[in-house]
């Protein structure tokens, strides 16, 4: 069983999941107005991953007889300046996330919740690996800058990332 303190703060990090996701259409949308498909293709992939850990942490709870309570999700930004701002502002949320998920840790830990501590690792994990994706195409973009041929072969490039959900589940 879950403590309250704990419950509530994995049910806040539900609803931070998934404003990522809308941050992430958000930004999907942005770069199809820009008629960039690889760029929006890595943008929509990316909110479908933030919904994947919604949804982990979502059965987790339920798994643990806690109880899920969904609240409103903020509206994200939806207009930037250009390629470089949104990266920008896509690593500095993963930055922001990877501190909210340590945190949770935290918390777990001093609540002597081990289950969820031990749960919590994936994401302790999966967070070094999108802070260094943001980061890897903040510095890719940076070096293209936001008009010319360069761009158009990173578009084509990020064209080919595709969803493939973790196979461990837990």
Do not use: C
């Not at 704990?6 to 107005?33: D, G, H, K, R, T």
């Not at 903020?74 to 949104?86: K, L």
């Amino acid at each position: 069983m879950l403590k309250k303190k704990v419950e509530e703060a994995l049910n806040a990090q539900i609803n931070a999941e998934m404003y990522s996701a809308y941050l992430y259409l958000a930004m999907n949308a942005y770069f199809e107005s820009r008629t960039l498909s690889g760029f929006a293709n890595w943008m929509k992939i990316q909110a479908q991953e933030e919904m994947f850990h919604a949804m982990k942490i979502y059965d987790f709870v339920h798994e643990r007889n806690g109880q899920v309570v969904l609240s409103s999700i903020e509206a994200p930004n939806a207009n930037w300046n250009n390629i470089t701002e949104v990266f920008e502002d896509t690593y500095a949320h993963e930055q922001k996330v990877t501190g909210l998920i340590n945190d949770l840790v935290d918390l777990a830990t001093a609540e002597k919740d081990h289950a969820t501590t031990a749960f919590l690792q994936w994401f302790v994990d999966e967070q070094v690996e999108e802070e260094a994706n943001a980061s890897k195409l903040l510095d890719e973009v940076n070096m293209v800058g936001n008009e010319g041929s360069a761009l158009f072969f990173l578009d084509r490039e990020l064209q080919q990332r595709v969803f493939t959900a973790p196979a461990d589940n837990k």
